[in-house]
Nanobody, 115 residues
Framework: QVQLVESGGGLVQPGGSLRLSCAASGTIFSISVMGWYRQAPGKQRDLVET???????NYADSVKGRLTISRDNAENTVYLQMNSLKPEDTAVYYC?????????WGKGTLVTVSS
């Protein structure tokens, strides 16, 4: 199994910045993809950004240039640097990892963008 623990969520004002972290533990060998999804109240869970081991990224157009994924050298931790935050970024942010044919989810961390 893979366990994913997110941290860094909280309340931030519009235009502000926040950085989320996701640490993977357990059977982390051969994790191929890690990244972030988000779900606002009453809406579906949508892609934010993912990254592969070779550094390829996939991201939603709505976050381009504002929210950026990165990884540490061990590739078992990913970050989401969030800049120029907007109220519509408010959501529960979920860490995601894929190993072989299985996907794993963290419990989520709440980001609220409000003045």
């Amino acid at each position: 199994q893979v366990q994913l623990v997110e941290s860094g969520g909280g309340l931030v004002q519009p235009g502000g910045s926040l950085r989320l972290s996701c640490a993977a533990s357990g059977t982390i060998f051969s994790i191929s993809v890690m990244g972030w999804y988000r779900q606002a109240p009453g809406k579906q869970r949508d892609l934010v950004e993912t990254i592969t081991r070779d550094g390829n990224t996939n991201y939603a157009d709505s976050v381009k240039g504002r929210l950026t994924i990165s990884r540490d050298n061990a590739e078992n931790t990913v970050y989401l640097q969030m800049n120029s935050l907007k109220p519509e970024d408010t959501a529960v942010y979920y860490c995601y990892a894929r190993r072989a044919t299985l996907g794993y989810w963290g419990k989520g961390t709440l980001v609220t963008v409000s003045s």
